[in-house]
């Protein structure tokens, strides 16, 4: 006897794609078997004739319950709304951040993002620990426990990102400080995620803009700059080269970017790279719009050239992972900076990215499926250690199963998304492909744009050995 069956559809394996059935018992996956060689004996028989089933999409790059840049004591949207929404979009992990904040330690940074998710998630998720500006040696040398209690990956910035007098808390970690962590990181096989611009150049533009009456939000991707990721990239490999450290770059913006992590990869460096759906699908030219910063996310969009190569980087090599650096605020919070020193970044993306993928890179560009598969879910399993539990439909792992209906051809608007979001970039767009069911740990909690299932049932998943894409 087996809890559920899923029959009839083109299923993406780590083996390759194929017409195979699935089994289902309790929370994982048990088999996958030719077709009609499972047994009869089944709790439910799902058909998913003319749908491509791959595993559960994983956002490894999400803002959520977190402190809104700029005034007041905002906070984005809360893991009960993101985790919901991520859901309808075929998304059933998500990773965000535990911060270590100046004055307090890491396992008050844990506490804090327990107290927020546990028993919060519809969907299952990890955090990833982040440290901000000078690292002291206690924290350096504690770090060991926390990756081995399950936080495999510490995010860090090269750069204040903001203008001083619009910076609460100083975020850019230096060389010597840099150096030093990843000697950590590689010791304990961790992950790093460098949030990587030069912080010289961004502070100099900023001041230059300024003195230039220039400084309207249109100009981020000149105070954001390819040569400023240029730059940053490759000193951050450097210090990777001597250290042996892994370097995981988010939201890589410029061909610039791809160009160095594909240098890095050829001398057989650990570099991977990760974009943004918004810097896929939109540039800087789409800042010029009524409300054009509404498309911004740090560091920033970039030219339609560089838009070209981040498509390359996801339909064919050069990148590892697509996420959406999730940060939802109101549209008010949204539109309310108009200058290059206070517009707010980020949007509400987490239950567009797995459609957008799809219509975007297989429908439109010829991505395969197993391409889509490392791209959404596979390759982010692998780097922050949830690998095979996570990111694979294989016996063993957990049964976070996502049937995509391949025709399926609609024109997505605000009404149709899952947010409690006033806003959404993605409203207006037009997918060709779209998830239509999705499974968690062997319930399924969306079917046919309904929610189907119990409410609450995200886990938090410990990461653990992350490993080469
Ligand atoms: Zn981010």
């Known amino acids: 006897m087996l809890d559920l069956v899923i029959r009839n559809g083109q299923v993406v394996t780590p083996w390759g794609v194929g017409d195979w059935d699935i089994a289902v018992q309790g929370e994982k996956i048990v088999a996958v078997a030719a077709p009609n060689t499972l047994t009869d004996e089944v709790g ?50 998500l990773m965000d951040f535990a911060i270590q ?22 969907a299952d998720y990890a955090h990833h620990l982040m440290l901000l500006g000078d690292i002291s040696p206690q924290i350096l040398e504690s770090l060991h426990e926390h990756i081995e209690d399950g ?44 949030h990587s611009e030069d912080d010289d150049m961004v502070q100099h533009m900023y001041q230059k803009l300024a003195r230039e009456e220039r400084s309207e939000w249109w100009n981020m991707h000149l105070v954001h700059s390819n040569e400023s990721e240029d730059v940053s ?13 892994p370097v995981y770059f988010v939201h890589v913006s410029a061909k610039e970017g791809i160009a160095a992590i594909g240098e890095a990869r050829s001398k057989g460096m650990p570099v991977y790279g990760e974009t943004l759906h918004n810097y896929c699908c939109f540039n800087a ?26 498509w390359d980087g996801i339909v064919h090599s ?22 290059v020193r206070d517009v707010t970044g980020g949007h509400n993306g987490a239950e567009a990215r797995m459609g957008v993928t799809y219509s975007e890179g ?3 560009r010829g991505m395969s499926l197993q391409r889509f598969v ?24 957990d049964a976070d199963i996502v049937l995509i209906d391949p025709d399926l051809k609609r024109k997505v608007t605000l009404a149709d998304l899952h947010s409690d979001c006033d806003y959404s970039i993605w409203n207006g767009w037009d997918f060709e492909g779209f998830p239509v069911m999705t499974m968690v740990r062997g319930q399924v909690l969306v079917e046919n744009g309904a929610w189907a299932g119990p409410e609450g049932i995200g886990q938090f998943i410990p990461a653990r050995a992350v490993s080469e894409p």
Request: with cysteine; glycine share 8%; proline share 7%.
């Open 44 to 93: 439910r028989v799902i058909d998913a004739g003319g749908k491509v089933v791959v595993p559960g999409g994983i956002e490894p790059h999400a803002h959520i319950a977190a402190p809104v840049m700029g005034p007041g004591n905002l906070k984005t949207a809360p893991p009960e709304e993101v985790s919901r929404a991520a859901l309808f979009g075929g998304t059933t992990t």
């Open 101 to 122: 904040y100046p004055g307090i330690d890491i396992p008050a940074a844990i506490q804090e993002r327990t107290q927020v998710w546990r028993g919060q998630s519809y």
């Open 151 to 194: 936080f495999a990956s510490v995010k860090i910035f090269t750069t204040n990102i903001r203008p001083p007098e619009m910076t609460s808390e100083p975020r850019m970690v230096r060389m010597g400080h840099l150096h030093d962590l990843m000697e950590q990181i590689q010791r304990h096989d961790a992950m790093l995620l460098v």
């Open 233 to 245: 990239f490759r000193r951050v490999t450097r210090v990777a080269e001597w250290t042996g450290s």
């Open 285 to 310: 030219e789409n800042y010029q719009e009524e409300y054009g910063m509404k498309y911004h996310t740090y560091p920033s969009l970039k030219s339609p050239e560089d838009q070209q190569s981040l």
């Open 318 to 339: 050069g990148l590892h992972t697509i996420a959406t650096d999730e940060y939802c605020t109101s549209w008010e919070v949204k539109i309310r900076g108009r200058t």
């Open 362 to 364: 297989v429908s439109r």
């Open 374 to 397: 490392d791209i959404t879910s596979a390759n982010a399993a692998k780097i922050m250690g949830l690998y095979p539990r996570k990111g694979a439909i294989a016996p063993g792992s």
